[in-house]
């Protein structure tokens, strides 16, 4: 049976935790005041889809679930089926599984039409649910497979890997504390 999750570099994580630090502030204060649960969960679900993190899944189709999106809708937001996103939703969705498909690099032009749709506090508000979300899976993936090793399954990754995402994640913390200050410091 084949591994298909998206398997992030030690070098990746390095960049999502940093990134992510930065964004926490703006994720915490305020997504809660300009973007409603249901959408901060379809962004969610749809990163968690393409990068194909089981740990994830579970916790967000939960928190998803909670959050007043169908069973229906969660189901096939996590199969990448034809969903029902919200008209007015579906370009931050769609940048949601752009930004994982890029590994958090999205192109100028699909950010400028993020910008543009949103304006800037809901469009950084939405780069920073994404970034989130890209940590969660790094790390969730990154536990996965280092379980999987314990039960001698194939994963394509290397326990090296896993040791370095996990062990860069405890050397990154007074860089994250410092970046969530910058973030802070500078309203992002």
Do not use: W
Request: aromatic content about 10%; charged content about 25%.
């Amino acid at each position: 049976m084949e591994y298909n999750k998206r398997l992030a570099s030690v070098s990746d994580a390095m960049r999502y935790y940093l990134k992510a630090s930065y964004y926490m502030f703006n994720l915490t204060i305020r997504n809660k005041k300009v973007i409603n649960p249901k959408f901060v969960e379809r962004i969610m679900l749809a990163v968690t889809q393409v990068n194909g993190c089981r740990v994830c899944s579970q916790a967000h189709a939960k928190m998803a679930l909670k959050s007043g999106l169908s069973e229906k809708e969660i189901s096939k937001m996590l199969s990448d089926e034809e969903n029902e996103t919200p008209e007015d939703e579906a370009v931050g969705v769609m940048f949601g599984t752009h930004y994982a498909d890029t590994k958090g690099r999205p192109d100028a032009e699909v950010l400028q039409r993020l910008y543009k749709t949103y304006g800037r506090h809901n469009a950084k508000a939405i780069i920073a649910t994404c970034t989130i979300i890209m940590l969660g899976n790094t790390m969730g993936i990154a536990q996965d497979t280092f379980n999987k090793k314990f039960k001698r399954e194939k994963t394509g990754s290397s326990l090296l890997r896993e040791l370095g995402i996990f062990i860069g994640f405890i050397i990154s913390i007074p860089f994250d504390i410092l970046a969530f200050f910058l973030g802070v410091l500078f309203n992002y």
